[in-house]
Antibody, heavy 117, light 108 residues
Framework: QVDLVESGGGVVQPGRSLRLSCAAS????????MHWVRQAPGKGLEWVAI????????YYKDSVKGRFTISRDNAKNTLYLQMSSLRTEDTATYYC??????????WGQGTLVTVSS | EIVLTQSPGTLSLSPGERATLSCRAS???????LAWYQQKPGQAPRLLIY???RRATGIPDRFSGSGSGTDFTLTISRLEPEDFAVFYC?????????FGGGTKLEIK
């Protein structure tokens, strides 16, 4: 079955950087687009970014453009989210999700990022 | 950016009753580009419906979706105890993808 395991979350100061990872198994990772979606504590869902199966196409939410970079390593079945210039409003649980024609078909359990001084 | 407005914010019903959740978009989504997700406390969201009315793999047939254009509905025909959760609609006709604010379905 599809399994997505996020890691890399933690507490980070404003302005600093952090890289999240998502290890994928149970499906052919190299042929599937992938998403990052976040959820601030007690709030709703917010889509962050999508990457195509080969990494050639990437789209971002406006508020993270230029600060976050989505990437993937198909040889390692791993998705990444490099986050820089972090702000307090980036505090959230970050989920990776398998794409199905722009839908988030399967989700990981998430990793919490807290941006605080 | 397409804005999705969900109503009601909270819905209080009893097991066995019928639930009707609404999602209105700020512009047309055709009859295809609307999905519904369920999220239980402490868990990741789960895809329920895509293409406005297509059930995802393993979703019971008591869940159904309908609508087109700007108005969409998620119906749960007979509520089971495990159905109580927060439900989100999402549009995927245009980037950025956006979610509605959610409807909390609680036990009355």
């Amino acid at each position: 079955q599809v399994d997505l395991v996020e890691s890399g979350g933690g507490v980070v100061q404003p302005g600093r950087s952090l890289r999240l990872s998502c290890a994928a198994s149970g499906f052919t990772f190299s042929t599937s687009g992938m998403h990052w979606v976040r959820q601030a504590p007690g709030k709703g869902l917010e889509w962050v970014a999508i990457i195509s199966y080969d990494g050639s196409h990437k789209y971002y939410k406006d508020s993270v453009k230029g600060r976050f970079t989505i990437s993937r390593d198909n040889a390692k079945n791993t998705l990444y989210l490099q986050m820089s210039s972090l702000r307090t409003e980036d505090t959230a649980t970050y989920y990776c999700a398998k794409d199905k024609s722009w839908i988030q078909e399967y989700w990981g359990q998430g990793t919490l990022v807290t941006v605080s001084s | 950016e397409i804005v999705l407005t969900q109503s009601p914010g909270t819905l209080s019903l009893s097991p066995g009753e019928r639930a009707t959740l609404s999602c209105r978009a700020s512009q047309s989504l055709s009859n295809t580009y609307l999905a519904w997700y369920q999220q239980k406390p402490g868990q990741a969201p789960r895809l329920l419906i895509y293409g406005a009315s297509r059930r995802a793999t393993g979703i019971p047939d008591r869940f159904s979706g309908s609508g087109s254009g700007t108005d969409f509905t998620l119906t749960i025909s007979r509520l089971e105890p495990e159905d109580f959760a927060v439900f989100y609609c999402q549009q995927y006709i245009a980037s950025p993808l956006t979610f509605g604010g959610g409807t909390k379905l609680e036990i009355k």
